[in-house]
């Protein structure tokens, strides 16, 4: 058994990339802060809006707000 990947293939993680960016878009607002954020700073930073719905991901630990139709 080999674990070499196939030639030209590639792994590919969609929810853990979106994860990496909004992680990202944390750093980036905690940064220019001189203070811990509030709640509302986070969900303005990561571009929720106030009462978007929680749910869990699929095959996720976390919860995830979503704005309406996304």
């Known amino acids: ?3 070499e ?3 030209g293939g590639e792994l ?3 929810a853990l990339q979106d994860e990496i960016e909004l992680v ?3 750093v980036v607002a905690a940064s220019a802060s001189e203070r811990a ?3 509302d700073e986070i969900d303005e930073a ?11 991901e699929e ?3 976390s ?4 704005e309406q139709g996304a």
Not at 46 to 56: C, D, E, H, T
């Open 59 to 61: 095959g996720s630990a």
């Open 46 to 56: 990561l571009g929720i809006k106030a009462g978007a719905p929680v749910r869990r």
């Open 5 to 7: 990947r196939p030639a």
């Open 24 to 26: 990202g878009e944390l």
């Open 12 to 14: 590919t993680d969609d």
């Open 63 to 66: 919860l995830v707000r979503r």
């Open 37 to 39: 954020l509030t709640d």
């Open 1 to 3: 058994m080999t674990s």
